[in-house]
């Protein structure tokens, strides 16, 4: 896609942190070359190769000659729906058992339409770790989307970029520790892993069900545990309700807003709530808000 965009919207797009990419060449494009480098058209573009070549790869798990061969499933059994019961024992699991378990989680319909789960993303670790990544703050969010789906990684379409850009805000980034450093020189807490409530997307974005926050949630719980965050920022509704379900009587009958401003408990972690990404990108006033929420989180990695 190529935009012609004037100087001013060009500065404005850098000023939003939206990054201008070099249109790609017409020739069929290897998948090791790296990214071009700058010039015009928009990031999508660069995104959609990144998104094709993990798609390719994620269905490639799902060559038919190497799956096992079907049983046949006992008409009425749970089986026969197509789903299976949620592994037992996810409260003593290790890290790569907790992935290796939603990735092969078959407990709710959204295995049926889903293309990959999404577990989350963090400081990088060896291949097959039992033991968590050590972080400082825990984001989470509502459901993975398209793109999120499609990429099997959290945040990472429109929302997720005002996220990162909230990050950067604070010195922080997804994935790799940031290099922020406070006043007094100290290396800050800047350890960021994000996830969401639902680690498979719901048909159509459509609002995870009460059923499907059921499942996914002794997921998230476990992740918290072997994450042990100093801080959660619980980003939107559904996060809130998930995480404030047994500490806050009645939560999902109480406002976002109401929520917001004030600190919750989960397993004991401080829990700050503010508003989810894709809802501030539609509501600019309460961008100031989210601000005040990233600081109260900030204030209790301090303390
Ligand atoms: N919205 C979410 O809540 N999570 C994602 O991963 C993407 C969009």
């Given at each position: 896609m190529s935009l012609d965009l004037d100087k001013r919207q060009r500065a404005m797009l850098r000023e939003m942190g939206v990054r201008l990419w070099q249109p790609l060449p017409a020739m069929p494009v290897s998948l090791a070359t790296p990214a071009l480098p700058v010039a015009s058209g928009v990031e999508i573009a660069i995104n959609k190769i990144a998104v094709d070549a993990k798609f390719e790869r994620a269905t490639a798990r799902f060559d038919e000659s190497s799956r096992p061969a079907a049983v046949p499933a006992a008409p009425g059994s749970l089986q026969s729906t197509g789903l299976s019961a949620r592994p037992a024992g996810i409260d003593q699991m290790d890290w790569s058992a907790l992935q290796s378990a939603v990735a092969g989680c078959r407990a709710c319909r959204l295995c049926e339409s889903r293309r990959n789960t999404v577990f989350g993303v963090g400081p990088a670790l060896p291949a097959q770790a039992a033991v968590a990544p050590p972080v400082d703050w825990l984001i989470v969010g509502e459901a993975p989307?398209?793109?999120?789906?499609?990429?099997?990684?959290?945040?990472?379409?429109?929302?997720?970029?005002?996220?990162?850009?909230?990050?950067?805000?604070?010195?922080?980034?997804?994935?790799?520790?940031?290099?922020?450093?406070?006043?007094?020189?100290?290396?800050?807490?800047?350890?960021?892993?994000?996830?969401?409530?639902?680690?498979?997307?719901?048909?159509?974005?459509?609002?995870?069900?009460?059923?499907?926050?059921?499942?996914?949630?002794?997921?998230?719980?476990?992740?918290?545990?072997?994450?042990?965050?100093?801080?959660?920022?619980?980003?939107?509704?559904?996060?809130?309700?998930?995480?404030?379900?047994?500490?806050v009587p009645d939560v999902q009958k109480i406002p976002l807003g109401k929520l917001r401003g004030r600190v919750h408990r989960y397993l004991g972690v401080p829990v700050v709530v503010s508003y989810h990404p894709a809802y501030l990108l539609r509501s600019l006033p309460d961008k100031a808000k989210a601000w005040d929420d990233l600081c109260l989180a900030m204030d209790q990695i301090r303390s």
């Open positions: 989307g398209e793109n999120e789906d499609l990429a099997g990684e959290p945040f990472v379409g429109q929302a997720g970029k005002l996220l990162d850009n909230m990050l950067q805000a604070m010195k922080l980034q997804r994935g790799e520790a940031g290099v922020a450093a406070s006043p007094a020189g100290a290396a800050m807490s800047n350890r960021v892993f994000i996830t969401n409530v639902l680690k498979c997307r719901p048909p159509a974005n459509r609002n995870p069900e009460p059923a499907e926050m059921a499942q996914c949630e002794p997921y998230l719980k476990r992740q918290i545990e072997l994450l042990q965050p100093k801080v959660i920022l619980a980003l939107g509704r559904f996060a809130a309700q998930s995480l404030l379900q047994a500490s």
